[in-house]
């Protein structure tokens, strides 16, 4: 539903991997008007900026990776100009994955810069790791 309470029906897919201006008028062209785009490492298309974490290991934690800000950008204007809603999952499950879960193909979460301060078993439970992710769903 909108915010004036008219109804929305979305028609969506889930497209983390290399999103492209042609790709969103061929989902369009079938009235797709909603997608999911994840903050991961899957998106090889555009600018190169989505090969990086919003908050990567280079920026670390607190700071925004301008390569992947941009790249989220451009995904946003692409949306926009063709009135298409965006759901972004701020992380994928890989990089918050215990090892062992046999549903994946391994752990990345020594590529999240949050290894750096907390284990992934504590990774929704210690203060200081909660007071970055706030921060980083805030903005």
Same mark, same amino acid.
């Given at each position: 539903? =909108?915010?004036?309470? *008219?109804? &929305? ?10 999103? *492209? @201006?042609? #790709?969103?008028? $061929? &989902?369009?062209? /079938?009235?797709?008007? &909603? &997608?999911? =785009?994840? $903050?991961? *490492? ?12 919003? @908050?990567?290991?280079?920026?670390? %934690?607190? #700071? ?17 100009? #063709?009135?298409?809603? /965006?759901?972004?999952?701020? +992380?994928?499950?890989?990089?918050? #994955? %215990?090892?062992? /879960? ?5 752990? +990345?979460?020594?590529?999240?810069? =949050?290894?750096?301060?907390? $284990? /992934? @078993?504590?990774f929704y439970t210690d ?13």
């Open positions: 539903m =909108y915010d004036d309470g *008219t109804s &929305f029906y979305g028609i969506s897919v889930y497209y983390p991997w290399n999103v *492209t @201006e042609s #790709r969103l008028d $061929d &989902f369009a062209a /079938v009235n797709g008007n &909603f &997608f999911g =785009y994840w $903050d991961c *490492t899957y998106d090889n298309a555009g600018n190169g900026g989505g090969k990086y974490l919003l @908050e990567s290991m280079e920026s670390g %934690i607190g #700071r925004y990776d301008q390569r992947k800000a941009a790249r989220i950008d451009e995904v946003l204007n692409w949306a926009e100009a #063709r009135d298409m809603k /965006v759901m972004l999952a701020i +992380w994928a499950h890989g990089y918050l #994955r %215990i090892d062992g /879960v046999p549903w994946d193909n391994g752990s +990345w979460y020594e590529q999240n810069p =949050y290894s750096k301060i907390v $284990d /992934v @078993e504590d203060s200081l790791s909660l007071s970055y992710q706030e921060k980083h769903c805030l903005q």
